[in-house]
């Protein structure tokens, strides 16, 4: 291991994309919550997709270097020191044997190394020309499932008891909705509990799920909502299907453009 996790305020996963899906058995599927970010840390040392990084998500971090690496930091890094020392954040930085690291985020934050986590080795110091699209501000937008159309935008504050399984939001009210049969739902299924709290499902939420649905978070902004912090006000608003399928081939195509200059060195700065 290139690195001894020592204290976490917060939740931190071990994650990475792929892999073989369970969701049939009523497994989650799992991986990052911002697959943007992640892609963007591995990127940084040269990982696949399929290789692991650390993700912080919602508090504080502080590991010892067992072995000197280059470590790959990316997300919203409200803080990040080496020995006491600060350093920036969005970057790849050199941390040798015996060195402290300390992140703090009031969202999420990735740590990668080459080879993935606990492999470590050598690679390139970087710094990201920009962040990651994920951290933009913003309305979030939605698909209206059947019956929902009306609702239309809506002003919510995140509520602290969120996870990775789902991220909660309240604002709405009561609105007298019965529970429906449970059904199969996916990441991003926004869901209307008996009190009016709405519950989007997370990579670690249900698989299965029993409350009236108003939509889904559209995928252009799914990776948002790994940034919310409590308490945060937060406005969803609705999209139109054809729109989404636009962004979503242009932010698609950015993204491959991005890693593989990232992959050649050609983005840094």
Same mark, same amino acid.
């Given at each position: 291991m290139s690195f001894d996790l020592k204290r976490i305020f917060g939740i931190a996963t071990v994650v990475r994309e792929g892999g073989l899906s369970r969701r049939r058995y009523g497994v989650p599927p799992g991986g990052p919550l911002d697959s943007e970010s992640f892609e963007l840390a591995q990127c940084l040392v040269g990982n696949? *997709?399929?290789?692991? %990084?650390?993700?912080?998500?919602?508090?504080t971090a502080e590991l010892v270097c067992t072995k000197s690496t280059v470590l790959s930091n990316v997300g919203s890094v409200q803080g990040l020191m080496v020995d006491g020392q600060p350093r920036v954040g969005n970057s790849a930085i050199q941390v040798y044997e015996g060195e402290v690291v300390q992140v703090s985020t009031l969202g999420t934050v990735y740590l990668a190394e080459p080879g993935g986590w606990g492999v470590g080795g050598r690679g390139r110091v970087a710094r990201l020309a920009d962040p990651p699209s994920s951290l933009r501000l913003g309305p979030i937008g939605y698909l209206p499932a059947e019956g929902f159309e009306s609702v239309g935008r809506l002003e919510l504050t995140i509520n602290p008891k969120m996870s990775r399984m789902g991220i909660r939001m309240d604002g709405m009210g009561p609105l007298g909705l019965a529970e429906i049969v449970s059904e199969p739902c996916c990441v991003g299924t926004i869901q209307i509990t008996p009190s009016g709290q709405l519950i989007t499902i997370g990579p670690d939420g249900p698989t299965l799920g029993g409350y009236p649905r108003l939509g889904y978070v559209t995928e252009v902004d799914l990776d948002r909502l790994a940034h919310v912090s409590?308490?945060?006000?937060?406005? *969803?608003?609705?999209?139109?299907?054809?729109?989404?399928?636009?962004?979503? %081939?242009?932010?698609?195509?950015v993204r491959v453009s991005r890693c593989s200059q990232l992959r050649m060195g050609l983005e840094t700065c």
């Open positions: 696949s *997709l399929e290789q692991s %990084a650390l993700e912080i998500f919602g508090g409590p308490l945060a006000r937060v406005v *969803l608003d609705i999209k139109i299907y054809e729109d989404i399928e636009l962004e979503l %081939a242009e932010r698609r195509q």
